[in-house]
């Protein structure tokens, strides 16, 4: 049977992996695959991924970072799983606090591209864009790998038991 820290664990891993999955593949989208766009079609296509991103990461950054502090408390008596837990709250912290200042007005400032002629330093918005999704890509792929060095350390008790067949 597996206990609740192990499932909250888990979960919290999983959804980790999801997020970090979907910024490298935004990073990269964005980077290498619209470098080519002019300016109006890149603000396009960057504006309607975005839109469906900020429904669906957003909350579920909010939510990982909040289970992880939750855990982090939890393993207060957990040593180096502890340990990983917390850098793995704090990297999840930083991550939102970047998105929120830095990240969601770049991503209204790409959108109001659309709305009128280009200025002449469109591409430095996105420029700008792209440094600030590789910092969160970074910060987020730190967070996922103490959360699976956390998984795999830790305690005996708490790893799933398989009942013999």
């Known amino acids: 049977m ?13 959804v980790s992996g999801v997020i970090t999955g979907r910024f490298v593949d935004q990073l990269l ?3 290498v695959g619209f470098s080519r ?3 109006l079609s890149y603000a396009r296509v960057h504006d309607a ?7 669906t990461m957003l909350p579920l950054g909010i939510a990982a970072a909040t289970s992880l502090l939750a855990l982090a408390v939890w393993d207060r008596d957990a ?12 990297c999840a912290a930083t991550e939102l606090a970047i ?6 007005p770049l991503n209204a400032a790409i959108e109001a591209l659309l709305s ?41 008790s708490r790893q799933p038991q398989i009942a013999p067949a």
Do not use: K
């Open 79 to 90: 040593g180096t799983v502890a340990q990983l837990t917390w850098f793995a709250a704090g």
């Open 29 to 31: 989208t964005d980077a």
């Open 99 to 104: 998105t929120f200042a830095f990240f969601l």
């Open 116 to 156: 009128g002629p280009l200025p002449p330093g469109w591409r430095t918005i996105r420029d700008r864009w792209v440094f600030i999704q590789g910092l969160r890509t970074g910060i987020i792929l730190l967070e996922f790998s103490s959360l699976l060095v956390a998984w795999r350390l830790r305690p005996a």
């Open 2 to 14: 597996i206990d609740a820290r192990t499932a909250l664990r888990g979960a919290v891993t999983f």
């Open 49 to 55: 991924i975005s839109f469906a991103n900020m429904r």
């Open 37 to 39: 766009l002019d300016g």
